[in-house]
């Protein structure tokens, strides 16, 4: 670590700054503290800020100071919504707040991969929660008219059929994220509990419109014993690109859970693609798997599985968090730039596991 940093100085200075500012962020922390991504990456042993501001703040019994303003941001939201965000919103209440000086409230919400990474300080699960959230409310009188609609908070697997369940995730988006629904919804129809295979393919397909709207070139294969498709860079005239990604995409509403039979599949994938596409000497490929949310223990479990499939030619395994894929298309759109370069997709794929954070700092 550089500047003398240890686990210890850094948590002091992290206290420090956020007493003033509750939901600091990675960039934020670097750049008053100051340190260098690589310091905190290096004395909390993850690449993860949540996780590593949790490891910086300590995690105890006491009620977090940080936790009261972020329930409060959901609870106002939820006033004038008429009713519980999802994972997508979330994420929208975090983004405009942490641009607000100083920032609002919302700076400190978790994302959803704490959130269902088992954070007792966060609920432990989404229903855990929304629990939380219902408590809060509980509590405080200006907020106690919203709790029916909090403690009614369900997945949507009452509507009739998948296409109506799909629709209702569309519905569901409210319109502030430059991201179409098809797109936005992805989250939403990730962890929606019901076991219509036609919700599995809905969600296959949405991944891959996002993957278009990204400029990128798109060869659905359809599942099966096959990955779901194969994404390429555009064709550029005079550009060098030399990439594709083999990707597959899993609809699993309590968390994609990596095992033997998933590890088998992702390898047949690894075999049988990364030899086509060596043969069309593509030099780097990548597999990738996109999916609601992930577990910390499955990503060590794929950076075991990368060692297996090297000799396939492929270069890295990598997870890819729904709504981190839902931020590269809103900020496509709402920057026109693009997002997945030659240089950025190697980095990006060198994470183990896309996040909204690291999809913030390309």
């Known amino acids: 670590m550089g500047a003398g940093w240890t686990k210890e100085t850094l948590a002091a200075r992290l206290r420090e700054l956020a007493e003033v500012d509750p939901g600091i962020t990675a960039k934020r922390f670097q750049d008053a503290a100051p340190c260098t991504r690589i310091d905190w990456v290096d004395a909390f042993e993850t690449s993860r800020w949540d996780e590593a501001r949790i490891a910086l703040l300590g995690v105890s019994n006491r009620k ?73 409310a509980e509590e405080n009188s200006e907020f106690r008219n919203i709790v029916p609609v909090v403690r009614g908070a369900t997945s949507l697997d009452s509507e009739d059929g998948a296409t109506a369940q799909a629709e209702s995730a569309n519905e569901a988006v409210d319109g502030t ?36 709207i990204l400029g990128l070139r798109v060869d659905h294969l359809g599942g099966g014993n096959e990955a779901d498709g194969i994404v390429r860079p555009p064709v550029i005239a005079g550009d060098d690109s030399d990439w594709a990604l083999i990707y597959d995409a899993k609809r699993w509403p309590d968390g994609y859970r990596f095992v033997k039979d998933e590890e088998r599949k992702l390898t047949e994938y690894a075999r ?14 990548y597999l990738v798997l996109v999916a609601g949310r992930f577990r910390e223990k499955d990503v060590a479990k794929a950076q075991s599985l990368k060692r297996e499939v090297g000799s396939e030619g492929v270069q890295e395994v990598c997870f890819v968090e729904a709504d981190a894929l839902v931020r590269l298309v809103e900020r496509r759109l709402e920057e026109g730039i693009d997002v997945i370069t030659n240089r950025s997709i190697g980095r990006l794929m060198r994470t183990g596991i896309v996040t909204i954070a690291h999809v913030d700092e390309l």
């Open 64 to 136: 977090e100071k940080d936790t009261e303003p972020a329930f409060r941001s959901v609870c106002l939201w939820i006033q004038t919504k008429g009713r519980f965000p999802n994972s997508v919103d979330l994420g929208a209440i975090k983004r405009r707040d942490s641009k607000q000086s100083p920032p609002g409230p919302g700076a400190s919400l978790p994302s959803t991969s704490v959130i269902f990474g088992g954070s007792n300080r966060w609920g432990g699960s989404w229903n855990g929660f929304k629990e939380l959230v219902a408590r809060y």
């Open 177 to 212: 994220s430059f991201s179409p629904p098809i797109v936005e919804s992805l989250v939403r129809l990730a962890t929606l509990e019901s076991d219509d295979r036609k919700l599995d393919k809905e969600f296959e397909r949405r991944v891959g419109y996002a993957f278009r």
């Open 272 to 285: 049988v693609h990364g030899r086509a596409l060596g043969a069309e000497r593509i030099k780097n490929r």
